[in-house]
């Protein structure tokens, strides 16, 4: 193991032949009682050993176009987020000039998701073991039915709920939903828009301690095939969204920011159109061997800012 490395266990997708023929999906409503074809899902997950590397001790800070990632110093004056009013008045605006400061050459960002994630129900699960291999196997291979409820849960209505650390390795979008959300957000503009560079961000950030026991792993985009990357469908009963999951290499490179701080907010570009830069950075939530984490460390709140999405218009990138 590298120096300034944490060994960890991550959740890639397992490749399936029948992938070929079918789109990998997860339906997130309950199925009617007769129905010929009754899977929930067609995904399957695979446990692989990584090693994880400290932002901190890098020569060279990662950026958003040389790696899909990068740490940003901003202090909020917001720790409050049980009102979704009060959030989207004050954080949102936060937010967003934080994104006009560091990308300089946005003409346009706009906040059009957030949510607030919990660890301690993680945390629960992952004091049943010692030993962190049988943790993290228990998500491993077909889909729990804990994991589905988990994720039938979901909201989006309500981003005051609580969500837990998502633990499979996973891009938020997909380019079909990247676009859906354009022509949601911006119907006057969307030619316009399209004909420019435009990039989806997530800021992620803790509440109020430093992150210590699930922090979020990136993946450094560059190390990424975009032919491992597989989109899936997440089918609800009103509508569907295209998220992403990836195959394993062992050129991926990941890294994640120790004891990250409140003041500290780590910026991961969802998607950007010019394909020049760095390719689309993975993310997973991951956990530190139950055996490292103190007995009584703060269970982690974090707010994720999902996502804030940016555009060029004079650039045809």
């Not at 490395?5 to 199925?31: C, D, G, H, M």
């Not at 957030?114 to 196997?137: E, F, G, L, M």
Request: charged share 25%; with cysteine.
């Amino acid at each position: 193991m590298a120096m300034h490395t944490v060994p960890a266990t991550v959740q890639y997708l397992k490749w399936q032949t029948l992938y070929k023929t079918e789109r990998p999906f997860i339906r997130l409503y309950s199925l009617p009682p007769g129905v010929k074809d009754s899977r929930v899902t067609n995904l399957v997950f695979e446990n692989k050993p990584i090693a994880l590397h400290d932002i901190r001790k890098q020569e060279r800070c990662p950026t958003l176009d040389s790696h899909g990632f990068m740490i940003a110093d901003s202090p909020s004056q917001l720790q409050d987020f049980k009102s979704q009013e009060f959030v989207e008045e004050n954080y949102l605006p936060e937010c967003e000039n934080l994104l006009k400061a560091i990308v300089r050459d946005a003409d346009q960002v706009y906040c059009f998701d957030w949510r607030v994630r919990d660890s301690t129900a993680n945390n629960k699960d992952a004091a049943k073991s010692v030993d962190s291999q049988k943790a993290t196997a228990s998500i491993s291979g077909k889909m729990k039915s804990e994991d589905i409820k988990k994720a039938k849960a979901y909201d989006p209505n309500d981003r005051t709920a609580m969500l837990t650390p998502a633990l499979l390795v996973h891009v938020d979008y997909g380019l079909s939903s990247v676009l859906s959300r354009i022509k949601l957000h911006f119907k006057d503009e969307e030619d316009l828009f399209l004909r420019g560079r435009f990039r989806v961000i997530n800021i992620w950030r803790p509440l109020c301690n430093d992150v210590e026991d699930w922090p979020l792993a990136v993946c450094d985009g560059s190390t990424v095939p975009e032919s491992d990357i597989i989109e899936a469908d997440h089918i609800r009963e009103t509508f569907s969204e295209v998220s992403c999951y990836c195959l394993p290499q062992d050129s991926n490179r990941w890294y994640y920011q120790s004891r990250q701080r409140p003041e500290e907010a780590l910026l991961v570009k969802i998607y950007d159109s010019d394909n020049q830069t760095a390719r689309i950075p993975l993310s997973s939530y991951l956990t530190y061997p139950p055996e490292l984490l103190r007995e009584k460390a703060l269970s982690s709140l974090s707010v994720d800012l999902g996502d804030a999405m940016q555009v060029e218009w004079m650039n045809a990138i």
